[in-house]
């Protein structure tokens, strides 16, 4: 089966029974005919594929679940739900969204907006600034701060926001991103920004690349990253940079 949408958007969903906003996404999908989403539910084990099955009945065409029968994490998720979808349909987008929609459908599909050119990957950035409305408790914000501005600096490239869940691709883009499994359950956004510079070369990947200011960004419910991780997470982020250390390393080499 082979159907034409213009965007396609991955959703994972683990234990988010009392996190989805079944009207949210209903108004939405009403309102963009062109969208389609794809839940992927990620052995949730409370009834969060009942409420998806539900919001399912309501939109039959514009609704796909992708169930795994084990939780994978976040990362594996996302890359399923974006195979899935690139195989099966014809969109020209496609991107990833947290369930709880801390970023708005709507505003998430005005990434595209930006896709234009030599643009091929958009994503939202939680800048707190006039005109802005970023919700965010204090202390998230502050580490979150820490954390965003070491990996700018790993990675050698102004951003300031590569872990906001709100991230939009040309097609051709995402089965080239996506293709491999990535290092981490939950810092895969990072991973992407070195596949891309892998692919293009970090001045060209610069280009191909824009951030886009989020409007809005709530903080809803808690967070399904375990308070351990905190120590977990400086150990990716160097498995990560060694291993694209390492590949760059090997590129100059054969190429020399």
Same mark, same amino acid.
């Given at each position: 089966m082979s159907t034409v949408f213009n965007t396609s958007i991955v959703i994972p969903c683990y234990n988010e029974e009392k996190g989805i906003s079944s009207g949210e996404y209903s108004n939405f999908l009403e309102n963009n005919p062109e969208a389609f989403i794809c839940f992927v539910n990620d052995g949730s084990t409370d009834k969060t594929l009942d409420v998806l099955n539900a919001l399912k009945e309501k939109h039959p065409t514009q609704i796909h679940i992708l169930s795994l029968e084990k939780n994978a994490g976040k990362a594996e998720a996302v890359r399923a739900g974006i195979n899935y979808c690139n195989k099966t349909y014809q969109h020209q987008f496609i991107g990833y969204l947290d369930a709880d929609l801390a970023t708005t459908l709507e505003e998430f599909i005005g990434l595209r907006d930006y896709l234009l050119g030599e643009i091929v990957f958009s994503f939202g950035s939680r800048i707190?600034?006039?005109g802005s409305k970023i919700e965010r408790e204090n202390s998230r914000f502050l580490i979150g701060r820490v954390v965003a501005t070491f990996i /700018?600096?790993?990675?050698e490239i102004k951003v300031y926001d590569t872990q906001c869940g709100a991230k939009l691709f040309t097609k051709e883009i995402s089965e080239k991103l996506f293709e491999k499994e990535f290092i981490s359950r939950w810092l895969f956004d990072v991973e992407i920004f070195y596949r891309m510079i892998h692919l293009f070369g970090k001045e060209k990947a610069i280009k191909k690349m824009v951030e886009v200011p989020l409007k809005l960004w709530v903080e809803k419910?808690? /967070?399904?990253?375990?308070?351990?991780?905190?120590?977990?997470l400086w150990f990716d982020l160097f498995e990560i940079q060694t291993k694209y250390k390492n590949i760059a390393k090997n590129n100059a080499t054969q190429t020399s």
């Open positions: 707190r600034k006039i /700018s600096n790993i990675l419910g808690d /967070s399904k990253v375990k308070f351990t991780y905190g120590f977990k």
